[in-house]
């Protein structure tokens, strides 16, 4: 695009006119690159990058817990297990009921009460949508260790009582034996003491037939004197 440049004769030198196309020209392109600009595709805006946040966590609460009773300090035991109960007690939410029966079913302190516990998972796993996935996770295992627990201790129980009863049979047998070797020792002291006077008896009839009058040698004359 051009325009006719002003001579002198309408007012304007030449150097002036120059200035002022370069002028109008330089708006003219400004103008075109911001109406170009307004037609170019929007860049998309980029996402924030979100952290996924829903993941459930580990229920540390009951492990805690059940960490805090299996330690070897009675006084600890004891504190620990009386929160969790007094808890249960004031409000048997399901998190609170969990939190009691996993401390019921931990073997190794004083109040462990496994068949209490086994009853109280088995309420909670009858309601599953009550609790969480990693609640109803730890409920399921707290169950399995549990009735695995009674089991043993069953099992224990049983062979205990089989090794009682052996033991009862062999001390009777024992007893029988040695009864049976007294009763031996008493007979035998008898039979010796019967042979003892039996041999008395001979002896005694011996002497008595060698005295008697009857006896060939007591009926020989004495012999004569010459």
């Known amino acids: 695009m051009s325009w006719p440049l002003p001579t002198s004769r309408d007012g304007f030198d030449?150097?002036?006119?120059?200035?002022?196309?370069?002028?109008?020209?330089?708006?003219?392109?400004?103008?075109?690159?911001?109406?170009?600009?307004?037609?170019?595709t929007p860049r998309p805006q980029e996402k924030p990058i979100v952290v996924n946040t829903s993941v459930e966590d580990t229920p540390r609460t009951y492990l805690e817990t059940m960490n805090g009773l299996a330690t070897s300090d009675p006084g600890r035991q004891a504190d620990i297990f009386y929160e969790?109960?007094?808890?249960?007690?004031?409000?048997?939410?399901?998190?609170?009921?969990?939190?009691y029966?996993?401390?019921?079913?931990?073997?190794?302190?004083?109040?462990?009460?496994?068949?209490?516990?086994?009853?109280?998972?088995?309420?909670?796993?009858?309601?599953?949508?009550?609790m969480s996935a990693s609640e109803r996770t730890l409920a399921s295992v707290l169950l399995y260790e549990t009735n695995e627990h009674l089991r043993l201790a069953a099992?224990?129980?049983?062979?205990?009582?089989?090794?009682?009863?052996?033991?009862?049979?062999?001390?009777?047998?024992?007893?029988?034996?040695?009864?049976?070797?007294?009763?031996?020792?008493r007979l035998r002291r008898e039979l010796a003491e019967s042979q003892q006077k039996l041999d008395a008896v001979k002896e005694i009839e011996k002497s008595i037939i060698e005295r008697s009058p009857n006896t060939p040698a007591a009926r020989e004359p004495a012999p004569r004197e010459k």
Not at 87 to 95: A, I, K, L, V
Not at 162 to 167: F, H, K, L, M, S
């Open 14 to 40: 030449t150097s002036s006119a120059r200035v002022l196309c370069a002028a109008v020209v330089a708006l003219c392109a400004s103008t075109l690159l911001a109406g170009c600009s307004s037609f170019e």
């Open 155 to 185: 099992e224990n129980r049983r062979l205990l009582e089989t090794i009682d009863a052996r033991n009862r049979l062999q001390a009777a047998a024992d007893k029988r034996a040695q009864a049976q070797l007294e009763e031996t020792a």
């Open 101 to 130: 029966a996993a401390a019921l079913a931990t073997p190794g302190h004083p109040a462990a009460k496994l068949p209490e516990g086994k009853k109280l998972l088995e309420t909670l796993l009858a309601n599953p949508e009550r």
């Open 84 to 99: 969790v109960e007094r808890d249960y007690t004031r409000s048997p939410t399901t998190t609170n009921t969990l939190r």
